[in-house]
């Protein structure tokens, strides 16, 4: 229960034909794809059940030598050997063993990177493994496709900008690969050529489909050793109160933890989903007493979460008003131990207190409520394409587990009593400003009630137990850094220093302008609701297109959705941002809707060109010799690379800064690329070009937790 929402935790494919390569086996200069019916799993769970979209986890793989070697000979025609065989130096088992962190079969530019390092070695007199690190690419096409900056090779005695210059003399006119780089005071800028780069990326995104930009490598416990199996992440996001709508304020915390579990899915770790329900304590009386006497069993059934909200509104009021009645009368000198006792506040303590007894009648009301919240909940995460696969919560921890933390914690010298309640004093424990900043944090309160930190702690050790997770990350809001600081610390000083670094707290602002005029929240529902409703206003003005949509309001909604998400994960996420209605929903500028258009006219130009899959395979690369079709090529080969990165930045942002890049460029490409009305051989190639675009722009979506449309 964390966050400015009440007692809130949080504040505020397509087919692939059977390639994925979930593990690409490299042997002998080959790229072998390892089928999906050829896996074996070491999870103990099924795995083809487990929450999620088309980031789907696959099990870890394990074949033969003989297996892998067969698989290798069937896949030596690859793009990549092909591209390999102008690199007469270079073999994917040379790589491999040199570079054991890149992936060219699934990455292009690591090929490039390690071509450029190689080539620079006997150049520069630096060491090819010591240049690969420190080559970056770039944000703009116009600066190159790599760089190097020339300092961070730390060469003494010499100017860098002199030794730019020197290196870029000296580099081969002839390269395969790569124009002659560009020197500009200290670094050196590298571009592409086009042909190779084309002809090898194009074939590579088409085979590879959902899987391009993912490397499922990277969540192997030991990439040399796959029968090793997966590292395992959890991912607690969301996290709403039960019997309540879900507030726009959850929104932030559903939208990054879907993409990250999303992001971790996609680099072949075992994620599991956890949805922490605030569904525990005193309120959960107070709403007990509300529905005893004012609840309605019609309404209830009807519209479970907007009766059991008004409800508990309607009994709140009522508690401050009499707490405000009884204050006053106290103030007069009147006794006012009688009105207490009976008060409405006191009545909801004795309620709770009696489904912390396990009262059956109490507990059976409340499950009542907290099952029907989840129902609605559920319908609201399937608009948003979010499952999860644990519905957790406060009540789920047991008063033993946190009387065997509280006693352990007592043991080891790390609480102490403080006028009756059980404290943490961090100054105590703490030398300096740590202490300082962690300040004190209650356990127990002097009527033994364990607060919300005693529940994390158990909880959270209780999770290790249960998952033996090696990474876990709680999506929460930045107004809560204080909690989850204490929390980590404690579990670091009960002498769990191993769980404590595995733990990690993302967190995120505000959304401003979520009130209504009357200052009251506005919901979840209501905010989608409205922008679909704007949205089918926006198709309903382009009749011809409109007739053309099969479900014209299930396009709209997930316009609206992607407007609503797209403007969330537009900034990084620790800043707040103010909704905007009307900006977020509009065709013009970085928008939802923007990317949807964007990924629908790919769609179209595909269907218009009636080209078949068959003659986009065997389509002349070749022929894409014009500077548009190239920058194209040029930016599809970063998604690796940005969504690699983005593992590292854990910002949305990143991937949606790129995708408006992406669509950018080609959307300024279609005037000089027209693709219906070109000779045959030419439509091919430029519709391999925008097939390969239109997969990348789809990929990209649905990692950020888009629905790609093919018609609006």
């Avoid at 007493?289 to 519209?303: R, T, V």
């Avoid at 008060?343 to 409520?369: C, P, V």
């Amino acid at each position: 229960m964390r966050g400015w929402c009440l007692h809130s935790r949080t504040s505020i494919v397509q087919n692939t034909r059977f390639t994925r390569y979930s593990q690409v086996q490299r042997s002998n200069s080959a790229v072998a794809i390892i089928h999906p019916h050829h896996y074996n799993s070491n999870s103990n769970r099924n795995r083809n059940t487990r929450a999620g979209n088309d980031y789907g986890t696959y099990p870890t793989p394990h074949l033969s030598l003989s297996r892998t070697r067969a698989l290798s000979t069937m896949a030596t025609a690859s793009p990549m050997n092909q591209l390999l065989l102008k690199l007469d130096h270079l073999t994917l088992d040379s790589i491999a063993e040199k570079y054991p962190a890149t992936y060219p079969e699934i990455n292009p530019l690591d090929l490039y990177r390690v071509h450029i390092s190689e080539v620079l070695a006997p150049i520069t007199g630096v060491a090819a493994d010591k240049i690969h690190p420190v080559i970056q690419w770039t944000n703009a096409l116009d600066k190159g496709d790599f760089t190097l900056p020339i300092p961070a090779l730390r060469i003494k005695g010499a100017k860098p900008d002199a030794l730019g210059a020197e290196w870029a003399a000296k580099f081969p006119d002839d390269d395969p690969l790569f124009e002659k780089p560009t020197a500009a005071g200290a670094f050196l800028s590298f571009f592409a050529k086009g042909a190779p780069l084309a002809q090898s990326l194009i074939p590579m995104i088409r085979n590879l489909g959902v899987e391009y930009g993912r490397n499922r490598f990277l969540g192997l416990k030991n990439p040399k050793n796959p029968s090793e199996g997966k590292k395992r992440i959890v991912v607690e996001f969301s996290s709403p109160n039960i019997a309540k709508p879900f507030h726009a304020g959850h929104l932030r915390s559903t939208i990054i933890g879907s993409f990250l579990a999303n992001l971790y899915e996609g680099a072949g770790w075992d994620v599991v989903r956890i949805n922490y329900l605030g569904d525990w304590g005193k309120q959960y009386g107070l709403l007990a007493l509300a529905y005893n006497k004012y609840g309605d069993e019609e309404a209830l059934k009807k519209d479970p979460i907007n009766h059991l909200f008004h409800l508990y509104v309607r009994i709140n009021a009522e508690k401050e008003d009499e707490l405000a009645t009884i204050e006053a009368k106290k103030k007069e000198g009147e006794d006012v131990t009688d009105l207490l006792a009976n008060s409405l506040d006191e009545q909801a303590r004795g309620y709770f207190r009696k489904m912390t007894d396990r009262d059956e009648e109490a507990l059976a009301l409340w499950k009542r409520f907290r099952d029907l919240s989840i129902v609605r909940y559920k319908a609201t995460y399937a608009r948003l394409n979010i499952k999860f696969d644990e519905y957790s919560g406060e009540s789920q921890v047991s008063e033993e587990a946190m009387e065997k933390v509280s006693k352990e914690m007592a043991e080891k010298g790390i609480t102490r009593e403080d006028q009756g309640a059980t404290i943490i004093d961090f100054t105590e424990l703490l030398p300096g400003k740590e202490g300082k900043r962690l300040g004190k944090a209650v356990i127990r309160k002097r009527d033994g009630t364990a607060l919300y930190l005693t529940r994390d702690i158990a909880e959270l050790l209780g999770r290790h137990e249960k998952y033996g997770f090696d990474h876990m990350i709680y999506v929460v809001a930045s107004q809560q850094d204080l909690h989850l600081q204490q929390l980590f610390k404690i579990i670091e000083l009960l002498g769990y220093k191993d769980i404590a670094a595995k733990c990690q707290h993302i967190n995120f602002g505000l959304v401003m302008g979520m009130s209504t005029r009357k200052g009251t929240v506005k919901f979840l529902d209501d905010i989608l609701r409205d922008c679909a409703d704007h949205m089918h206003e926006v198709m309903r003005k382009n009749e011809s297109k409109y007739a053309q949509v099969e479900d014209p309001q299930g396009t709209a909604d997930t316009l609206g959705i992607s407007s609503v998400m797209t403007q969330d994960m537009s900034g990084k996420r620790g800043n707040n941002y103010t909704f905007d209605l009307a900006v977020m929903t509009s065709f013009e500028g970085d928008t939802g809707p923007y990317l949807q258009y964007a990924h629908t006219r790919l769609s179209s130009i595909k269907r218009r060109a009636e080209v078949t899959d068959e003659e986009l395979a065997k389509a002349d690369l070749s022929l894409l010799t014009e500077p548009h079709a190239i920058n194209v090529a040029r930016i599809l080969a970063q998604w690796p690379d940005v969504a690699q990165n983005t593992l590292r930045t854990l910002e949305p942002t990143t991937v949606v800064t790129y995708l408006f890049r992406l669509t950018h460029v080609i959307s300024s490409s279609y005037d000089q690329l027209q693709v219906v009305g070109s000779e045959p051989e030419l439509k091919a190639a430029r519709m391999a070009l925008y097939d390969a675009a239109r997969i990348v722009v789809a990929n990209c979506m649905r990692l950020l937790g888009l629905s790609p449309l093919e018609r609006m």
